[in-house]
């Protein structure tokens, strides 16, 4: 097993900053979660890990060793990629089979070995058939099993599922949180999927533009991010932000008065969760027409706009207006967030 230090690491092109001062520590067994949009610099991270980039700057330590200097073949790592990278001559035994052939592993032990892998995918079925007779999903448990084969000291994936359509990807994602539980090999992930993050991850390193953004556990992420890009990146409806001013305690924005804060009188950035807001009732914070409704089956996701932005609140699947209705929308200062207007930060109060 492995515990992976990354201390000051940045990654540079000329004048381009892909990482910028990377400090974190893996524990081991730990399945961490590099979460970013495209460019961010989540991929280039774990390709350093892996030792297919060069840092610029800083130093990577697997177990208390310097690995900077070391080919990605010395540092028992295993790395499943977006891509599947599996050789289309060789049927799915063999595929699963190479890394040991190429490590020189005893071959009297690879059919246990490769047998086990499958087994933990679920591929035995399909031992004999060639990559281009098989499905998007067991190809990449084929990718999974390769991996796993190896018996490293760490499991890095990039964006695993991004190929899957939408049922293999919840299916898989099972498969690989289920695995991650079974091998506890310590795993980093890289994903643009906030969904995959939040279920699959131990901890979760938000990115944006090689910059970490936030550390932590998938429900600290969620309960109080740290920031707009971090709130606005998280959750499915994302959190609503608008722009307004505090006065006297009070939230105000175009429809809209708040009261209970005790945050200093000024311009703020609000956010709240679609779910934690109350659709109808007494005392709305909220009222203006509905944008549009959007039917979910177990809720209703009803829009409003205030200023420029789109504000979303689910009621009940039972609820039933017309777009442009008058609707009242409940958001108490307890589940509202407030964040810097001008630098996007966390303010507590």
Request: charged share 25%.
């Amino acid at each position: 097993m492995a515990e992976i230090k990354l201390s000051g690491v940045s990654k540079r092109w000329g004048n381009f900053v892909g990482v910028d001062k990377f400090d974190l520590t893996i524990e081991d067994r730990e399945f961490l979660v590099l979460l970013g949009p495209s460019g961010c610099g989540k991929t280039t991270t774990m390709r350093m890990i892996a030792g297919l980039e060069d840092p610029t700057d800083g130093q990577i330590l697997i177990d208390g060793k310097v690995v900077n200097d070391l080919e990605p073949k010395d540092r028992d790592v295993a790395m499943v990629f977006q891509s599947y990278a599996l050789y289309p001559n060789m049927n799915v035994y063999e595929n699963i089979r190479f890394p040991l052939r190429v490590r020189g592993i005893d071959p009297s032990t690879h059919k246990d070995k490769v047998m086990r892998a499958s087994a933990m995918v679920e591929l035995d079925d399909f031992l004999h058939r060639k990559p281009a007779e098989l499905s998007g999903g067991q190809r990449q448990r084929v990718a999974l099993a390769r991996a796993i084969v190896r018996e490293p000291n760490v499991f890095l994936m990039d964006e695993p599922l991004s190929n899957l359509d939408a049922k293999l990807r919840v299916s898989t994602r099972a498969e690989i949180k289920n695995l991650s539980h079974e091998l506890s090999v310590t795993t980093i992930y890289v994903t643009h999927d906030q969904i995959e993050a939040m279920t699959l991850a131990d901890r979760v390193v938000v990115m944006e533009k090689g910059i970490v953004q936030q550390v932590g556990s998938p429900t600290e992420i969620y309960d109080r991010p740290a920031n707009t890009f971090v709130a606005s990146f998280i959750g499915s409806p994302a959190m609503n932000l608008m722009q307004g001013v505090i006065e006297g305690g009070t939230f105000k924005a175009d429809r809209v008065s708040i009261p209970g804060f005790s945050a200093s009188d000024g311009p703020v950035t609000l956010g709240f969760r679609a779910e934690d807001a109350t659709v109808g009732g007494a005392g709305a914070e909220i009222s203006a027409p509905i944008y549009t409704l959007e039917l979910l089956g177990d809720a209703t996701m009803v829009s409003v706009r205030i200023g420029g932005a789109l504000i979303s609140a689910k009621a009940d699947k039972t609820f039933r207006a017309e777009i442009g209705d008058a609707v009242s929308i409940g958001v108490p200062a307890s589940i509202c967030h407030l964040f810097d207007a001008t630098t996007g930060a966390r303010i507590d109060g």
